[in-house]
Each structure stands twice: as C-alpha cells, then as structure tokens.
C-alpha cells in the first residue's frame, strides 16, 4: 500500500507540481518575518545552488570534470562590479557577466577540450590558478587588495534575495530542460563513450563547447549577484582554488549526473558549511574532507544515490542483481570494479 | 647582465632542479603505479616539512637527519593510508573522478590536522649554514641550496636502482607498463600498489623536510609545490624517474630565467621588458596547459615518438 503510494507520487504529475510548489514557498519565505540573517544565508544558499547546477551540466550531463569553474565565478563577479561600479543597472550587470563568463568559457574551451577526460581536469586546475595570478596583478580591478562594489540607492536585501532565487530557478529550469532534450541525450552519450557518440553523429567537440558556455554563464551571473550582494570583492575569494572545489563538491554530495541532486547539494553545502563555520571553525576542513571521503568511499552516487536505494528498499520490489551494475555514472567514476583486477 | 650572472641564475635553476625533482618523483611512483593523481601530496608535504621542524626543535637533529628520518616514517603513513582509504578505490587505467576526489578529502584532512596542530603562523628552520655560502669566483652558491640539491640528488639515484635492480621495482615497472600482464606473471597487484604507495608519500615526506630548509611554511604550503609537481610530472611523461629529473630541469629553468631574464620587445625602439616576479607562479600553470595540449605524453613521448621513426 505504502509502497503504491510512493510510486504514484514519483511517476505522476506532481514531478513538474513540486518544483513549482518548493518555488512559491521560496519566494514567499520573506513574508513570513525572517530575520536578515536567515534571508542571508538562504541568499548564500541560492547562489550555491546556481554554481552547483551549473557545474552538473558539463561534469555531471557531460562526464567533463572542471577544477577552474571559479574563473567563470571570479569573472562574473568582476565583470558586474565594474558595470555596478559604471552606474549601470545591476540587472543589466549580471548579463554582462554572464557575457564575460561565455568569452571565457569559448577560451578556456577551444584548446582544452581537445583534451580527454583526466586530461582536461588537470588543465582546469592550471587555467584556474593562472587566472587568479593575473587578476592579483592587474591594476584595473584593484589587484590582490580587491575591488569595492558601490551601488547607487539604499540596499535592498529582498531585491538580492529574490534574484538570487530566481537565477537558481532559472539554472534548474534549464538543467531539467536539457536533461529531457535530444541535446542532453547526446551529452549523455559523451559522457558514456565519446568516439560512438562521435560515429552516431554528435559533434562531441562542440556539445561540449556549448554546454560549457551554458554552464559559465550561470556560474557567471551566480558570480556577479554575489558581488552586488557582497559588496567587497578579491581574487583570493572569488578565484580561490577553494572556490572551484566548493563548486565541485556540492554536485559529488547531491549525486552527480541528476538534475536534483546538485540542488540538494547546494542546499546542504550552503546551510552546513555554514553551521560547521559557526560551530566547529577549528575542524570544518576536517569535516569535509572527511564527509567527501566516506560519500566516495560508501555512496559515489552522493544523497540522491542514497535516496533511490532507501526509495527501492520501501518499495520492496524485487531486487536486481546487480544493484549497482552497467550504469551510465560508472564511465567518470572508473570502470566498474568487475573489471579484471 | 653578463656572462656571470647568467651562469649563476643557471646553477641555481640547476639547484632548484634537484629539490624539485624530489617534490615530484613521489608523485609519480603513485601515479604510475596506481593511475592516481595523488592531490594528498600537497598534505605530504605539508607534513614533512612540519616533521623536520619538531625532529629539530625537540631533538635538535640536524634538518637533513630530518628528512632522512621522515621517509620510513611516512613510508608507513603512507602503506597506512593505501590500506586505510586507496585500495577501496575502483581500479581503473586511467585517472578516475573518485580518486581525485578521494585524494583531495585526505589532502583536507591533513591540512586541518596541520591547522590544529600548529596554527597558520609560518614556520622556518634556522641552522647556522643557513645564512652561509660558498664563494667560487664571483658566483656565491649558499650551502642550504647544495646540502638539500645533494640530498635529491642521491634519493633518486637510490631510487633509480630500487627500480631497476630490485625485485619489488621490477614489480612496480611491469604494474606500470601492463597491470593485467603483470598480474598474469605473478605479480602481486595490491601488495606492490601498497608498497609504491608508502614509497611516494615517504618521497613526499622526504622532499617536504628538504624544502623547510628553504622557504617558510605553514599548513597551507603545499598548493603551490603540488601544481609545480604535477607540471614536472607531465612534462616528464608521467611515469618515468628520469623524465621528471628533465621536467624539473626544465620548469625550474624556466621559472629562473622568466622573472631575471628582460624579454625584449619592440615600442619605439628595443626595450626590454621584466616579468613582475610576482607572475612567477603563473609560469609553471601556463606551462602545464602549453605541455598537455602539445605534448601529452611529456618530453619523454616526444622521444619515443623519434625513436620510433628513425
């Protein structure tokens, strides 16, 4: 009975009812008196979200692991300082950002992903630190001291939190949108076997040019609302190597490859890390390192891995063999562990 | 700048060259053997650097007995950890998400213990031959630079011929070439891949002590010498000790000439041009993105690939 139950919830309509649903209560949170700082955090929590999703879609969808999405967060958040800073609109800022985030993602792009696999990781993690030497040498931006970000008018924390929500719906929208699209298919089939994508015509080159252009803008635009919201910007923050792991980290927790696992991950990085901060400020490095050793170790689905097997084990249908056998996550997580040795 | 000064920004990249081909060649026996990128090494290192500082501070050995004493105590740290933590990893030929991941927790882990152990003030070790040097001519060579460049340079030729001469190199070689052929000739996979494992956390101990006589540090030192690492890795080719002896040449003769070195260029006339020092670190990352997309396979490839032809 309980068993039914769950299924109809998880097949019918209310796939696409949720998400609209978890929207409006979002949205509608503030009415309800919140403290500032619970407006804060839940802000914080709305740009991770955005980062972590935007992340999926090439790492997840696409199998391309990137260290350097902090160059796309930095730069967004430079590119709408210095438009805020210009006097323009900072709405008109974010498109900006995500514009400088899409020219880099295009040279970032061109020569690594001629690159494969590991190859193209390690090549993110020199892209990323280069650009955070040359952004704490450049004048313009103020260098390694930082840059102020002045906007004209009072500050509005709702006006914040509300564009940081509906940028992280935005990014989910799309995500979900790409994951049910022919586009999505073919990024799948990237991720499981580039040269057979490659003879069933995919163009895997530019798929994943593409999707990394995607995947910058939000990172982007997530980059500058955090700079508006912030106020204060350095490349020691904003193109940190810490930056592009946190980035990184939220999808592995939410469980890579889904279009809600990222969410979760956001959700769960934004509001623990901040607990952990506050709480144990002397481990929390500990803490995580250890939380993401135990979920690669026990769980490399991460939560939504969890959540599908606690789901089937209430269901209580007949289980397969291999619970965990040919699955598309195995081509970025290594051959499967049958394999010879 | 003349001709002597060239020659001594050339002995001390060569100086530079010995350290840092020790930094690397820990990463490498691991890479080889097991197709990890070990991003723990940045923690090693950390590590041994720390190790130095309280064999020297409460025992008061010299920083070289130090390092001499870290590797077989992280030889053991690092079976521990390959026992612990490495070998539940899925096998693979090439390096997996997990195992980076997996490798970058423990890296988090020990930076904290490093953290709670001793703060993030920064560390140095003081001995009296460290402000000394040796003077050939005009050229002055400081002894800490010599001392540390003669350790590096006889752990690798040590290591050279346990990888050469003994049973248990032989093993690490074949698991390198071919691990399912090795396997099939007996090899044992799990007790070589422990073994390798302990090797290149005890090189990486090892290099950690050497390079705390030499620059400061604190529990965040790591980063910037496990990117360099990698680069001389992948320049080397990734597996092979004499590749990264090149690799390490080569980065630090590049790293020495950029910022010393005026580039000329052409404004109005010939100028020459100095590279801030503080773009410095961008040389080795520029370097690594310019090596993997033209050379995959490292120098070591390259010549493969002209031996091949000819």
Known sequence: MAGNLVANFSAGRIRLLLPLLLLAVVLSLPATQLGPNVVRLLFGTAVWITCSVAWNLLGGFTGQVSFGFAVFYGLGAYGAALMINAGYSPYLAFLVAAGVAVLASFLVGLPTFRLRGPYFAIATIGVGETTRVIMNNLDITGGASGLRVIEAGAFRQLDHYYTAIVLAALAVAVSALIAHSKFGLALRAIKQDQDAAADLGVNPYRSKLWIHAIAAAFTGMAGGVYARYHAFIYPGDVFAFQTSISILLMPVIGGIGTVWGPVLGGVIFGIVEEELVVHFPNIHLLLYGSLLIMIILFEPDGLMGLLRRLLRLVRSKPKREHPRSPDPEQVVWGSSRAQGH | ?310
Request: hydrophobic share 55%.
């Open chain 2, 1 to 310: 700048m003349t001709a002597v000064d060239y020659l001594s920004l050339l002995i001390s990249a060569l100086l530079l060259a010995g350290i840092y081909a020790a930094m690397a060649v820990g990463m490498t026996v691991i890479y080889g053997v097991m197709k990890i990128v070990n991003l723990a090494h940045a923690g090693f290192l950390m590590l041994g650097a720390y190790f130095a500082f309280e064999m020297y501070d409460r025992f008061h050995f010299d920083p070289i007995l130090g390092a001499v004493a870290a590797l077989p105590v992280f030889f053991v740290f690092g079976m521990g950890v390959h026992w612990l933590l490495v070998r539940w990893l899925p096998k693979s030929d090439t390096p997996t998400l997990a195992s980076l991941l997996l490798m970058f927790g423990l890296w988090q882990v020990l930076q904290n213990i490093g953290y709670l152990k001793w703060g993030n003030t920064a560390y140095s070790i003081f001995t009296p031959r460290s402000l000394s040097s040796i003077h050939i001519g005009e050229i002055s060579l400081p002894k800490d630079k010599l001392v540390v460049f003669a350790a590096a340079v006889v752990s690798l030729v040590l290591l050279q011929l346990i990888f050469h001469r003994s049973w248990f190199g032989r093993s690490m070689r074949s698991l390198i070439q071919n691990p399912y052929a090795a396997q099939i000739v007996g090899v044992d996979d799990e007790r070589t891949s422990r073994l390798s494992f302990g090797l290149g956390t005890a090189f990486a101990g090892f290099a950690g002590a050497l390079l705390a006589m030499l620059y400061p540090f604190t529990p965040d030192f790591g980063p910037p010498f496990l990117l360099r690492s990698f680069v001389i890795i992948v320049l080397g080719g990734l597996e092979s000790i004499s590749g990264v002896a090149l690799g390490a040449l080569i980065l630090a003769v590049l790293e020495t000439f950029s910022i010393n070195v005026p580039l000329p260029w052409y404004w109005h006339g010939w100028n020459s041009y100095y590279l801030p020092a503080s773009y410095q670190p961008a040389v080795s990352f520029v370097l690594l993105v310019v090596v993997l997309l033209v050379l995959p396979k490292g120098i070591a490839g390259l010549l493969e690939k002209k031996w091949r032809v000819t």
